[in-house]
C-alpha cells in the first residue's frame, strides 16, 4: 500500500480523498494555491505545500509544481481527482517517469479515451452498441454533407478532441451541414488544438445513463450499476440519482455486460464510467468515458455500499477487486443535488462570497460531501461547486421525501446558491414521475416564490 498520497485538486474531492487515505491509513498531501490557503482541504491533510498563485495554470494545472510538491514530501503516489490535471495523459505519464504511482490510468487509455471518434471504434469492437454514423475522421464538410444526406436527418457533428458537449453541433437540414461542419471544426481547432470532426445520428430525446465500472491489474471487472444524469443545463449536471428510475434488472445486466466489454477491451484498472445515450425504445449508444473519479460518485456508494475511492486507491496499489462487488444488487435509491454557489434567478451566474452562516443537514440517510464551512470566503477563480448534498432511502419516493427535507433544513447565507432551485425540481411532477430525459431544465420554469406564503 502506498505511504503518502498527494492530491493534485481542491475543494470538496480533496477532502473526500484525504477521508479514504485516512482511513486507508495512508498519510496524506495537500497542494494548494495563494486563494486556498484557508481552505479544509489544506486543514485536514498530514502536510499542505503552496504550489503558487491562485490561476489554475499557475497552481493546479502546473505539472513541474506539483511534482516538486511531490518530491519534497515524499509522496509515493498522486490522486488527480476530477477536472484540472485527471484526464491529463502528460500528467499521467510525468507522474509514472517521477516514480509516482498515479491513480488513474496508464496515458495509453487516457488518450485512447479522450479521442471520442477512435473510443468508439474501440467499443464497436469490443461489441458495445455505438450511435449509428461515420466510421472516423471527416475528411471535410463534402464528407459530412455525403454522409449526413445518406443517413438522414437530424445529425450530429462532433469534435473528437471535444466531449461533454464541446465542439457539438445539430444539424437537421441539408442545407446547415457545412456551416455548422465549418463553425464546430473552427472552435474544436481553437479549443483543443484538434479539428478532427465525425458524425452520427442523431438520437432524439435521449436519456443520459452512465455506468460505473471498477478494474482490477488481475485482469477482471465489475460494473456498480448506473447513475441517472439527465437533469443537466448546459451540459452540467445538477442532480444525479441511482438507479435510473427506467432501467430495470435485464436492461442493468445487458448496460453492465457492455461497460464490463468495454473497459475489458482497454484492459482498464481503477474506477472509469462509460456514458450511453438511452433512446424512447430503451436501446442505449456508447457516447464516451470517462477516465476518472466523478462528482457524482457518492450515489453509487449509496447503493453499493462500496467506497469508490478507496478501491480505486486499492486497484492502483495492486489489490484484487474484493468478492462482494461482484454481481451486485444496488439497495435503496440515492440522489445527489449539487449545491453550487451561482444564482439560478441570474442565468445560474457565480456568486463568490464570504459564507456568513452555514448549517448542514443531518439525519438517517443524509450525506454531506463539502468544503465548505461558516466563515469561509469562496474564490473566484474555481468551479462555483461548494458541496454535494446526498440522501439515501428505501425507494424513489421516499429519498425524494428525505432530498425534500434536508433541503428545507440546509442553511447558507451570504453567496446564492442552487438550492431553491434544486427544491423546486423536487416538487416537479414530472421529476417525480420519472419521466423526463435530458431537455427537462430546457423547459423547466423556476419560479423562486412558488409554495412560499408571501
Ligand atoms: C448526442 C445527442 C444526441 N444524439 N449525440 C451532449 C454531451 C456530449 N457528451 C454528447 N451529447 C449529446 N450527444 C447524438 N448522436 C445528445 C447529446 C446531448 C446530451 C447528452 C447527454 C446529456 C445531456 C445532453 C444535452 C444535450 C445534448
Same mark, same amino acid.
Given at each position: 500500500?502506498?505511504?503518502?498520497?498527494?492530491?493534485?485538486?481542491?475543494?470538496?474531492?480533496? =477532502?473526500?480523498?484525504?477521508?479514504?487515505?485516512?482511513?486507508?491509513?495512508?498519510?496524506?498531501?495537500?497542494?494548494?494555491?495563494?486563494?486556498?490557503?484557508? %481552505?479544509?482541504?489544506?486543514?485536514?491533510?498530514?502536510? +499542505?505545500?503552496?504550489?503558487?498563485?491562485?490561476?489554475?495554470?499557475?497552481?493546479?494545472?502546473?505539472? *513541474?509544481? =506539483?511534482?516538486?510538491?511531490?518530491?519534497? @514530501?515524499?509522496?509515493? +503516489?498522486?490522486?488527480?481527482?476530477?477536472?484540472?490535471?485527471?484526464?491529463?495523459?502528460?500528467?499521467?505519464?510525468?507522474?509514472?517517469?517521477?516514480?509516482?504511482?498515479?491513480?488513474?490510468?496508464?496515458?495509453?487509455?487516457?488518450?485512447?479515451?479522450?479521442?471520442?471518434?477512435?473510443?468508439?471504434?474501440?467499443?464497436?469492437? +469490443?461489441?458495445?452498441?455505438?450511435?449509428?454514423?461515420?466510421?472516423?475522421?471527416?475528411?471535410? *464538410?463534402?464528407?459530412?454533407?455525403?454522409?449526413?444526406?445518406?443517413?438522414?436527418?437530424?445529425?450530429?457533428?462532433?469534435?473528437?478532441?471535444?466531449?461533454?458537449?464541446?465542439?457539438?453541433?445539430?444539424?437537421?437540414? *441539408?442545407? $446547415?451541414?457545412?456551416?455548422?461542419?465549418?463553425?464546430?471544426?473552427?472552435?474544436? =481547432?481553437?479549443?483543443?488544438?484538434?479539428?478532427?470532426?465525425?458524425?452520427?445520428?442523431?438520437?432524439?430525446?435521449?436519456?443520459?445513463?452512465?455506468?460505473?465500472?471498477?478494474?482490477?491489474?488481475?485482469?477482471?471487472?465489475? #460494473?456498480?450499476?448506473?447513475?441517472?444524469? /439527465?437533469?443537466?443545463?448546459?451540459?452540467?449536471?445538477?442532480?444525479?440519482?441511482?438507479? %435510473?428510475?427506467?432501467?430495470?434488472? @435485464? =436492461?442493468?445486466?445487458?448496460?453492465?455486460?457492455?461497460?464490463?466489454?468495454?473497459?475489458?477491451?482497454?484492459?482498464?484498472?481503477?474506477?472509469?464510467?462509460?456514458?450511453?445515450?438511452?433512446?424512447?425504445?430503451?436501446?442505449?449508444?456508447?457516447?464516451?468515458?470517462?477516465?476518472?473519479?466523478?462528482?457524482? #460518485?457518492?450515489?453509487?456508494?449509496?447503493?453499493?455500499?462500496?467506497?469508490?475511492?478507496?478501491?480505486?486507491?486499492?486497484?492502483?496499489?495492486?489489490?484484487?477487486?474484493?468478492? !462482494?462487488?461482484?454481481?451486485?444488487?444496488?439497495?435503496?435509491?440515492?440522489?445527489?443535488?449539487?449545491?453550487?454557489?451561482?444564482?439560478?434567478?441570474?442565468?445560474?451566474?457565480?456568486? *463568490?462570497?464570504?459564507?456568513?452562516?452555514? #448549517?448542514?443537514?443531518?439525519?438517517? $440517510?443524509?450525506?454531506?460531501?463539502?468544503?465548505?464551512?461558516?466563515?469561509?470566503?469562496?474564490?473566484?477563480?474555481?468551479?462555483?461547486?461548494?458541496?454535494?448534498?446526498?440522501? #439515501? +432511502?428505501?425507494?424513489? !419516493?421516499?429519498?425524494? !421525501?428525505?432530498?425534500?427535507?434536508?433541503?428545507?433544513?440546509?442553511?447558507?447565507?451570504?453567496?446564492?446558491?442552487?438550492?431553491?432551485?434544486?427544491?423546486?425540481?423536487?416538487? !416537479?411532477?414530472?421529476?417525480?414521475?420519472?419521466?423526463?430525459?435530458?431537455?427537462?431544465?430546457? /423547459?423547466?420554469?423556476?419560479?423562486?416564490?412558488?409554495?412560499?406564503?408571501?
Amino acid at each position: 500500500m502506498f505511504k503518502k498520497v498527494l492530491i493534485a485538486n481542491r475543494g470538496e474531492i480533496a =477532502l473526500r480523498i484525504i477521508r479514504a487515505c485516512h482511513e486507508l491509513g495512508v498519510k496524506t498531501v495537500a497542494v494548494y494555491s495563494t486563494a486556498d490557503e484557508y %481552505s479544509l482541504h489544506v486543514k485536514f491533510a498530514d502536510e +499542505a505545500v503552496c504550489i503558487g498563485p491562485p490561476a489554475g495554470k499557475d497552481s493546479y494545472l502546473n505539472i *513541474p509544481r =506539483l511534482i516538486a510538491a511531490g518530491e519534497i @514530501t515524499n509522496a509515493d +503516489a498522486v490522486h488527480p481527482g476530477y477536472g484540472f490535471l485527471a484526464e491529463s495523459s502528460q500528467f499521467s505519464r510525468i507522474c509514472a517517469e517521477n516514480d509516482f504511482t498515479f491513480i488513474g490510468p496508464t496515458p495509453y487509455i487516457i488518450d485512447a479515451m479522450g479521442n471520442k471518434s477512435q473510443a468508439k471504434k474501440t467499443m464497436k469492437k +469490443a461489441g458495445v452498441p455505438v450511435v449509428p454514423g461515420g466510421e472516423g475522421i471527416l475528411s471535410g *464538410p463534402e464528407e459530412a454533407q455525403e454522409l449526413a444526406d445518406e443517413m438522414g436527418y437530424p445529425v450530429m457533428l462532433k469534435a473528437s478532441a471535444g466531449g461533454g458537449g464541446r465542439g457539438m453541433r445539430f444539424v437537421d437540414s *441539408p442545407d $446547415g451541414v457545412e456551416r455548422a461542419y465549418n463553425t464546430a471544426f473552427q472552435e474544436a =481547432l481553437s479549443g483543443f488544438g484538434n479539428g478532427d470532426m465525425y458524425i452520427e445520428k442523431f438520437i432524439e430525446n435521449p436519456r443520459h445513463i452512465e455506468v460505473q465500472i471498477l478494474g482490477d491489474s488481475h485482469g477482471n471487472i465489475v #460494473h456498480l450499476g448506473e447513475r441517472e444524469c /439527465s437533469i443537466q443545463r448546459r451540459h452540467q449536471k445538477l442532480i444525479e440519482e441511482s438507479p %435510473s428510475p427506467v432501467v430495470d434488472e @435485464t =436492461l442493468r445486466q445487458k448496460l453492465g455486460a457492455a461497460a464490463i466489454a468495454g473497459g475489458k477491451s482497454v484492459n482498464y484498472i481503477g474506477v472509469g464510467t462509460i456514458e450511453f445515450l438511452l433512446d424512447k425504445n430503451n436501446d442505449f449508444y456508447f457516447m464516451e468515458m470517462n477516465t476518472r473519479i466523478q462528482v457524482e #460518485h457518492p450515489i453509487t456508494e449509496m447503493v453499493t455500499g462500496a467506497d469508490l475511492i478507496k478501491q480505486q486507491i486499492l486497484m492502483h496499489a495492486g489489490e484484487k477487486i474484493p468478492e !462482494n462487488l461482484y454481481n451486485i444488487k444496488l439497495q435503496g435509491h440515492s440522489i445527489e443535488c449539487r449545491i453550487n454557489a451561482e444564482d439560478p434567478n441570474k442565468g445560474f451566474i457565480p456568486s *463568490p462570497l464570504k459564507i456568513e452562516s452555514y #448549517h448542514m443537514p443531518g439525519g438517517k $440517510g443524509v450525506r454531506i460531501d463539502s468544503h465548505a464551512y461558516a466563515g469561509y470566503q469562496i474564490p473566484t477563480y474555481y468551479d462555483s461547486l461548494l458541496g454535494k448534498l446526498i440522501v #439515501h +432511502a428505501k425507494n424513489r !419516493n421516499r429519498a425524494i !421525501n428525505r432530498m425534500q427535507r434536508a433541503l428545507e433544513e440546509t442553511i447558507i447565507e451570504g453567496p446564492k446558491t442552487t438550492i431553491p432551485y434544486h427544491q423546486a425540481i423536487m416538487a !416537479n411532477d414530472q421529476f417525480k414521475s420519472g419521466n423526463f430525459d435530458t431537455s427537462f431544465l430546457e /423547459s423547466f420554469e423556476f419560479n423562486p416564490n412558488e409554495g412560499e406564503d408571501e
